[in-house]
């Protein structure tokens, strides 16, 4: 029986880091400064603070000043808009990220309005969502984009494939649809109430899990010879009492033997996400200084 080949995104991601980290110092000579990240976290949720360490890890190992701001979990909407207005004016911030989900009291929709639409490495500002679906430049989210960067190192042209979507969320179901489609996909988008939702996922030829319910999409379910997009993180309870380990959305083990490829959980869209935003971030300081982007980005 064959198996799937694993999609390596953590070197993927080790190799477009890389690519930032020179297009950073080319940026530093010229214009005598750093890209500069600005990460915003409200409260204390262990995993978001996992996440955002790790952010600021790989933004200084690119030579960019990370900026973090950690504010207490009963902060008010209007200290949070704020700090992000003050942000928004700081000429030394390229990129605003405000880590998602907020607390109850803070509408995440008014705070990612008033993120300036140029400083959104995230992409999820409305005039940014609007720009992908015009077709216009602007930031795309950084999840979406490193997918069809793995799937475009794979598998080349996508014109015509079948893409199935399976998730419809702000933040990687719909973008990733709206890039699909760029690339002349044929593409569907599947969700909760999709009747038959092994049926639609059997026909396609790029599956892009992003649920966040732990193995849901079934190996049987899949096309023989469909290339796997695995979005999900999900800690559940490992073998041994007490610990956990992260699955995706996918069932990995059944997928192996019918799928061409597939990425894995961790190391497979996770690390890409955060190389993805490192490069919008180096987009965005090019863009503000008038100094052209670097190709191959
Ligand atoms: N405004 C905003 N933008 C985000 O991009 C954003 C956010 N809010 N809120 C939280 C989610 C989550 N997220 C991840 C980034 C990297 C990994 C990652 O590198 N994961 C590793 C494993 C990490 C682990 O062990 O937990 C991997 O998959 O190999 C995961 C998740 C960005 N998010």
């Known amino acids: 029986m064959s198996t799937a080949a694993i999609i390596d995104g953590a070197g993927f991601a080790a190799g477009l880091r890389a690519r930032v980290?020179?297009?950073v110092a080319a940026f530093r000579e010229r214009t005598g400064r750093a890209p500069?990240?600005?990460?915003v976290l409200v409260g204390e949720d262990p995993a978001s603070q996992v996440y955002v360490r790790n952010k600021g890890r790989a933004t200084a190992e690119a030579g960019m000043v990370s900026i973090e701001h950690k504010l207490p979990a009963e902060t008010s909407q209007a200290d949070l808009l704020a700090?992000?207005?003050e942000l928004n004016a700081d000429p030394s911030v390229d990129g605003i990220l405000v880590q998602l989900p907020l607390p109850a009291q803070i509408n995440e929709n008014a705070v990612?309005?008033?993120i300036d639409p140029d400083k959104d490495v995230d992409g999820f500002n409305p005039v940014n969502v609007g720009r992908l679906a015009s077709g216009l430049h602007g930031f795309v989210p950084c999840t979406p984009l490193g997918c069809i960067m793995l799937l475009k190192d794979r598998l080349g042209d996508l014109s015509g494939?079948?893409?199935v979507v399976v998730g419809r969320s702000n933040i990687v179901g719909k973008p990733m649809a709206q890039l699909l489609l760029k690339e002349n996909c044929t593409v569907t988008i599947a969700h909760s109430r999709t009747r038959d939702l092994p049926a639609i996922v059997g026909r396609a030829d790029i599956v892009v899990a992003a649920v966040g319910r732990p193995r849901m999409i079934r190996g049987d379910w899949l096309k023989p010879g469909a290339t796997v997009i695995d979005v999900g993180i999900n800690r559940v309870p490992a073998d041994?009492?007490?610990k956990t380990r992260l699955v995706g959305d996918v069932a990995f083990d059944e997928a192996l033997p019918v799928a061409a490829a597939i990425t894995p959980v961790p190391k497979g869209?996770?690390?890409m996400t955060i190389a993805v935003l490192l490069r919008n971030t180096l987009v965005s300081a090019c863009?503000?200084?008038r100094v052209p982007v670097p190709e191959g980005l």
Do not use: F, H, W, Y
Not at 36 to 39: I, M, P, S
């Open 240 to 242: 041994e009492p007490g």
């Open 161 to 163: 494939l079948d893409a």
């Open 112 to 114: 990612i309005a008033t």
């Open 287 to 289: 863009r503000r200084e």
């Open 36 to 39: 500069g990240l600005a990460v």
């Open 83 to 85: 700090l992000v207005r």
């Open 269 to 271: 869209v996770g690390p």
């Open 21 to 23: 980290a020179e297009g």
